[in-house]
């Protein structure tokens, strides 16, 4: 594959590689989890692992250990036998859950689009006991379940030891819990604490279970988590790198980054998600002050912005078939959302450019041009909200982006917030990271009561569905919802449903005026 | 497990480890296998190796590869990729056959009561690329069959490499081809040479795909097949030591051994398997004159006997409710062909204690004794055959044991084994390892061109049905029969099954004069 490299970067990324902090966890508990009538999960404490030295088990026979808690690491599995020497190998499938959901699903059954290589399951021959069985993959879990194959007529297997090594670029336990709020508002400060804990690994990964790869849009958001939380600013800076150190052909950053068995930028180019290198790069100096590194970079930001500008159309609007993300809401219309991320992010770079002391002229031309784009092309004076694409299409990413984007004064962006949420279109939001943005949006337009009811309402809604970490994917209206063909793909612990703990933490004298 | 441990003898087989030899071993070419209409497997020539490079799979589609020749060791598959950088792991399935009906049968399919976990074939999942993926198990194989099972829609994977690093503790080209008699009968010797190359590890093994593990009644036949083939003395010294080493609790030898992760000597007892450690040890004298070793070892062979002698009834009869093997006929009344194994170690015994300079009194006494009762009880004058059990049950295995124990003449031995032939009860021989004392009983009674005959319709046969070694399991009349409830279970090399080349060695001079 084509691209630009860039070593000297990618020497510094490479410098900029974490250690990672180990944890040895072990089973709180052996469970059964079985749907019930309703096709509710029911997780049933079975015994505790006390038992375990006595438990032996043949073909046929399934045991489910309970880790407690979210994880990601590898698993080992100290195997002995009972009865007669094992005469046979012992054939086994083992399968990982982030929640229990995972384990009441077959893989057999899923058909979607995406890889079925991502579910996380193993079968495992063991010819010689005992056996301390090291896993050589890594997994995200917080259920293992066991399945025996076949042993042999003449002898069971017993587990010894049950552990999981469990790894991260950062602690948890070093983190001050929140102090204020009640125990809803606690409990998803935890929860997205450890969403981005399990995420930070080797880069800023955007999920462990998948893609276990470095997006820019969920870098983006995990970013300004860790700034109020984690404060591994060098993990932002190696990403940042990273991206800069392996781009496509044209110098665009691509949507996401392969690490290993080297550095190689996807073939995917996302239109929004190029361009918030910009943002990552602002949010990056604001947060550590690395001024060389800023300075370093700015090329690669500024080059992003060029592409951007380049890719409109002669009204200077964003093309109707552009490649911008913003949402896995099928059907969206993505013209006015990328309009909105392209002019937010111009006023990133000219921010960036001034605390730089570099030049920002050309940035506010194109910055006065995208505006009045906007406001000329895509804002619908009658219906006085913005529409997207052909068919004019009225979405919540659409006003989101455009609010964000603060092309217009504060009291009619307010009021924007608050027609869309009449409106209430069937173009609405689908994942946690398009519910951030609108969040995001309810604070700039000091919404503050709504921007945090709306919090408890979706993540809290997480919460009391017994998440552990924010899930890549949720709509409380559709719980089973998934793009993917079917919610065994999804994954449970997702890089941009970790922020949460940022808004707590970033707008705490907020929360705490309005409580 | 209780037991008896004897440190010494542990040490010496240690010492005789053998250091395996390797060869690296790659396909000839790429097949397609199927059945066809009348349920027969075909091996089509696809493609010769060559296209690989330019040969790209992906989700659901597979590829099968023939190494030309059974071989034994360990998979090492070089996978790239084709397309964009892979986005998801690769996942797999590879399965391995001794021969091709294998690839046709399905693991799903298996139900029968010997463990599924011994059918050799894996899931495993590759996350990184290009990847060595060198597979940690041992497999027994010509063909190996792989199955892309999902990769995702942006890459395809290629086999840039594929090789097998064959092991064996002997190396086939050292021996001499077989020097005369036709093509059916090189083949033969040249098939049964390549069945105890794969069988000769570190330890002489029933089945290097099933059980792997060193049994009494292969070792015997391996070891005389090895006297006049590969010479590896050592090993049978080996494995006399280990079975000396770990023993019942009584000092009977078990009748197979574990040698990992410690050496352990099974459970199970079988009256003639424990018996053979005397004429093995005979054997294993005649052939290297290790004078010492015979006699370290002849107080176990002696203990043997003991016990042999000391499960008889009041009248000198082996029980009817023996635990001898004999055979996998199933209906098979053990008690007359074990009182022939009985007779027929005694005899060994003695003239082992003859060789040695030991007192063979009373083992003299013994054969005396045992041989009376099997004349008064077991022969049955109307029908001038051998009976077994309370139904009188008139067997091949009883007639062709008790003509090896030659308790008759020459003569009524020989109208004994015509006589059987005629009545051609349906207590028949099912296994290559039963059928080769029938032959060795044809060559006692002086029956040459029968011998032959009989080898060329059966082993003859083996090879016409395309054998690259010879199997645990053939009847000629029922090709898809096991014992085991599915033939995907059968080992298809077998070492019991080894002994044309002895035959075709051992008494060159009488086929060179009969042909």
């Given at each position: 594959?084509?691209?630009?490299?860039?070593?000297?970067f990618?020497?510094k990324?490479?410098?900029?590689?974490?250690?990672?902090i180990?944890?040895?966890?072990?089973?709180?508990?052996?469970?059964?989890?079985?749907?019930?009538?309703?096709?509710?999960?029911?997780?049933e404490?079975?015994?505790?692992?006390?038992?375990?030295?006595?438990?032996?088990?043949?073909?046929?026979?399934?045991?489910?250990?309970?880790?407690?808690?979210?994880?990601?690491?590898?698993?080992?599995?100290?195997?002995?036998?009972?009865?007669?020497?094992?005469d046979?190998?012992?054939?086994?499938?083992?399968?990982?859950?982030?929640?229990?959901?995972?384990?009441?699903?077959?893989?057999?059954?899923?058909?979607?689009?995406?890889?079925?290589?991502?579910?996380?399951?193993?079968?495992?021959?063991?010819?010689?006991?005992?056996?301390?069985?090291?896993?050589?993959?890594?997994?995200?879990?917080?259920f293992?379940?066991?399945?025996v194959?076949?042993?042999?007529?003449?002898?069971?297997?017993?587990?010894?030891?049950?552990?999981?090594?469990a790894?991260?670029?950062?602690?948890?336990a070093?983190?001050?819990?929140?102090?204020?709020?009640?125990?809803l508002?606690?409990?998803?400060?935890?929860?997205?604490?450890?969403?981005?804990?399990?995420?930070?690994?080797?880069?800023?990964?955007?999920?462990?279970?998948?893609?276990?790869?470095?997006?820019?849009g969920?870098?983006?958001?995990?970013?300004?988590?860790?700034?109020?939380?984690?404060?591994?600013?060098?993990?932002?800076?190696?990403?940042?790198?990273?991206?800069?150190?392996?781009?496509?052909?044209?110098?665009?950053?691509?949507?996401?980054?392969?690490?290993?068995?080297?550095v190689?930028?996807?073939?995917?180019?996302?239109?929004?998600?190029a361009?918030?290198?910009?943002?990552?790069?602002?949010d990056?100096?604001?947060?550590?002050?690395?001024?060389s590194?800023?300075?370093?970079?700015?090329?690669?930001?500024?080059?992003?912005?060029?592409?951007?500008?380049?890719?409109?159309?002669?009204?200077?609007l964003?093309?109707?078939?552009?490649?911008?993300?913003l949402?896995?809401k099928?059907?969206?219309?993505?013209?006015?959302?990328?309009?909105?991320?392209?002019?937010?992010?111009?006023?990133?770079?000219?921010r960036?450019?001034?605390?730089l002391g570099?030049?920002?002229?050309?940035?506010?031309?194109?910055?006065?041009?995208?505006?009045?784009?906007?406001?000329?092309?895509?804002?619908d004076?009658e219906?006085?909200?913005?529409?997207?694409?052909?068919?004019?299409?009225?979405?919540?990413a659409?006003?989101?982006?455009?609010?964000?984007?603060?092309?217009?004064?504060?009291?009619?962006?307010?009021?924007?917030?608050?027609?869309?949420?009449?409106?209430?279109?069937e173009?609405?939001?689908?994942?946690?990271?398009?519910?951030?943005?609108?969040?995001?949006?309810?604070?700039?337009?000091e919404?503050y009561?709504?921007?945090?009811?709306?919090?408890k309402?979706?993540?809290?809604?997480?919460?009391?569905?017994?998440?552990?970490?924010?899930?890549?994917?949720?709509?409380?209206?559709?719980?089973?919802?998934?793009?993917?063909?079917?919610?065994?793909?999804?994954?449970?612990?997702?890089?941009?449903?970790?922020?949460?703990?940022?808004?707590?933490?970033?707008?705490?004298?907020?929360?705490?005026?309005?409580?």
């Open positions: 594959m084509k691209g630009l490299v860039h070593e000297d990618l020497k990324a490479d410098l900029l590689r974490p250690r990672l180990e944890s040895v966890r072990r089973p709180k508990g052996i469970v059964t989890i079985r749907k019930d009538e309703r096709e509710n999960v029911c997780v404490a079975e015994e505790p692992m006390d038992v375990l030295k006595d438990r032996t088990l043949g073909k046929g026979e399934r045991i489910c250990f309970d880790f407690g808690d979210h994880y990601v690491g590898y698993l080992t599995l100290r195997i002995s036998t009972a009865g007669s020497p094992p046979a190998p012992l054939y086994m499938k083992i399968r990982f859950g982030e929640n229990a959901k995972e384990i009441t699903e077959r893989a057999e059954d899923y058909d979607g689009w995406i890889s079925s290589s991502w579910i996380q399951e193993e079968y495992i021959h063991v010819d010689v006991f005992p056996t301390d069985l090291q896993l050589a993959r890594r997994y995200a879990m917080r293992v379940e066991i399945q194959l076949d042993t042999s007529r003449k002898y069971r297997i017993r587990f010894d030891d049950v552990s999981f090594r790894v991260s670029a950062v602690d948890m070093k983190v001050t819990p929140l102090s204020y709020g009640d125990k508002l606690r409990r998803m400060d935890r929860v997205a604490l450890k969403t981005l804990e399990d995420c930070m690994q080797d880069v800023f990964e955007d999920g462990p279970k998948r893609d276990r790869r470095l997006w820019m969920d870098l983006r958001l995990e970013a300004i988590a860790n700034y109020e939380t984690f404060h591994h600013n060098d993990l932002v800076k190696r990403c940042l790198y990273l991206f800069a150190a392996s781009r496509l052909e044209n110098g665009a950053v691509g949507a996401c980054l392969f690490t290993e068995p080297t190689q930028v996807d073939d995917t180019y996302m239109y929004d998600y361009l918030f290198y910009v943002p990552v790069l602002l990056y100096y604001e947060a550590s002050g690395d001024m590194s800023a300075r370093e970079l700015w090329e690669v930001a500024y080059r992003q912005l060029e592409i951007g500008m380049d890719a409109l159309d002669e009204r200077f964003v093309k109707e078939d552009n490649t911008a993300f949402d896995w099928a059907g969206l219309d993505k013209q006015a959302g990328a309009q909105g991320v392209l002019i937010y992010s111009l006023r990133c770079g000219i960036l450019a001034n605390l570099y030049d920002e002229n050309e940035m506010e031309e194109w910055l006065k041009l995208t505006i009045q784009a906007a406001k000329r092309y895509l804002w004076p219906q006085k909200v913005f529409i997207s694409g052909k068919e004019k299409q009225v979405s919540y659409s006003q989101v982006w455009m609010i964000l984007a603060d092309i217009w004064d504060k009291e009619t962006n307010r009021e924007l917030l608050k027609r869309i949420m009449e409106l209430d279109p173009m609405n939001m689908v994942t946690p990271y398009m519910n951030h943005h609108f969040v995001m949006a309810c604070i700039q337009c919404e009561d709504l921007a945090m009811t709306y919090m309402n979706y993540w809290g809604e997480m919460v009391r569905d017994g998440a552990d970490t924010f899930w890549e994917l949720y709509n409380p209206k559709n719980k089973n919802e998934s793009p993917y063909g079917s919610s065994i793909i999804n994954s449970y612990c997702h890089a941009w449903s970790c922020t949460p703990t940022y808004f707590l933490r970033k707008y705490e004298r907020i929360w705490r005026s309005i409580s």
